[in-house]
Nanobody, 129 residues
Framework: DVQLQASGGGLVQSGGSLRLSCAASGFTAVNYVIGWFRQAPGKEREGVSC????????YYADSVKGRFTISRDSAKNTVYLQMNSLKPEDTAVYYC??????????????????????WGKGTQVTVSS
């Protein structure tokens, strides 16, 4: 079974940085999309950033563009989300998820056009003002 393990969350002051990691295991597909999603209390889940496995094409939500960077290490089957210039409004539980065995645009995956096939457990990010 595919498993996704998210880590790297924590408490940071406004303006600080964190790096989230999503380690994937138990899969054989070459083509997939991994995305980072977040959900704050009382708010809908938001697709933050997504990346394709094959070409590394990326998508960023407008709210994080220029501050967050998604990347992948194919050898380690790990996707990272480098979060800089964090703001209190970035506070949320962050989840990584995989759309498996196919080719999709990262934008369409992040915008929720498709149901994700696998989800990891969330990691809490708290940004204090």
């Amino acid at each position: 079974d595919v498993q996704l393990q998210a880590s790297g969350g924590g408490l940071v002051q406004s303006g600080g940085s964190l790096r989230l990691s999503c380690a994937a295991s138990g899969f054989t597909a070459v083509n997939y999309v991994i995305g980072w999603f977040r959900q704050a209390p009382g708010k809908e889940r938001e697709g933050v950033s997504c990346i394709t496995s094959t070409y590394g094409a990326t998508y960023y939500a407008d709210s994080v563009k220029g501050r967050f960077t998604i990347s992948r290490d194919s050898a380690k089957n790990t996707v990272y989300l480098q979060m800089n210039s964090l703001k209190p409004e970035d506070t949320a539980v962050y989840y990584c998820a995989m759309k498996y065995d196919g080719i999709w645009s990262p934008r369409s995956v992040c915008l929720g056009y498709y149901d994700m096939d696998y989800w990891g457990k969330g990691t809490q990010v708290t940004v204090s003002s």
